[in-house]
């Protein structure tokens, strides 16, 4: 038996029908079923953000981007350059002169490892004048401020790579600088040297410290840096009033413990002044 009738429309597919973009989206979720990217990436990116934010706020991205870009020039710079002494100063001047765009990637990596490291010190004074170091955000504080330290070590031991006289005068200067310092610091001073004296092994010292050592230890501390951050949330302005108000109660309750005595106990309010002793009568009976 049949029956007829009227039939309802009948859902259309309106997945894509491109077939790459088909097989993207099928790699897509067999690795998401396997590893939970999209949930990673989810709970990394969509997260609130509190009310306030402006564009102080953006400089740790912009330091992020820089040292991305510093990785990226890098890594074409030394597919050219030569830490010899002999022909480093040469390989330089290959690289800016006869090198297609040679001289802007160079321009780019010198450029941008100064605005780098003015970047990293404005981001860290942005979060030390908005406060936003306190609890809970302590070991992000930690975090960025070990990021500014390896920041500036790099800076440090690229200047060298050129290795023209100021080049190699101010690292002899700042180095000597380093070994000054109480208790490790000559121990520092013969690493960087690698010797009691500068010499030839001191090029491809910094050579390896700058690009293997430092970048590798940049990259893990970003990693927890960012990990902490998206934890612990964007610290609130100074100026938001939901922070203000926490900064009254956490203010208030501090004054309270104040004025609590030792062990917990609060002190009995004195009510009116003790009633004086009877003086004693000497003798016997009235």
């Known amino acids: 038996m049949t029956t007829t009738g009227h039939q309802g429309p009948q859902a259309k597919d309106i997945g894509p029908k491109n077939p790459a973009i088909q097989a993207g989206l099928e790699v897509a979720d067999f690795v998401d079923e396997r590893t939970g990217v999209k949930t990673g990436l989810t709970w990394f990116l969509f997260r609130n953000v509190p009310k306030g934010v402006s564009w102080f706020q953006t400089l740790g991205f912009t330091a992020m981007a820089l040292f991305g870009l510093q990785a990226v020039t890098g890594i074409v710079l030394a597919m050219y350059y030569k830490p010899d002494p002999t022909i480093a100063f040469q390989s330089i001047e290959h690289i800016t002169d006869e090198v297609t765009w040679g001289w802007l990637v160079r321009g780019i990596h010198k450029w941008g490892a100064s605005a780098m490291i003015v970047v990293v010190f404005l981001h860290m004074g942005r979060v030390f004048l908005f406060g936003a170091y306190k609890y809970p955000r302590e070991l992000t504080w930690v975090t960025g401020a070990i990021l500014l330290v390896l920041t500036m070590i790099m800076g440090l031991t690229g200047y ?44 491809s010292r910094f050579y390896s410290i700058h690009m293997l050592l430092i970048p590798g230890g940049m990259a893990a501390f970003i990693g927890i840096h960012l990990y902490l951050v998206t934890k612990l949330g964007i610290a609130e302005p100074p100026w938001s009033k939901r922070r203000l108000a926490a900064d009254r109660r956490e203010r208030d309750m501090r004054d309270a413990a104040r004025r609590r005595l030792e062990h917990g106990r609060t002190p009995v309010p004195a009510t009116s002044e003790p009633a004086a002793r009877p003086t004693p009568v000497a003798g016997g009976d009235a």
Do not use: C, H, M
């Open 160 to 203: 060298l790579l050129v290795w023209d006289q100021k080049a190699y005068w101010a690292t002899v200067v700042a180095v000597n600088i380093t070994s000054s310092a109480p208790l490790i610091g000559p121990y520092i001073g013969d690493i960087l040297r690698a010797g009691s004296e500068f010499g030839p092994d001191t090029l």
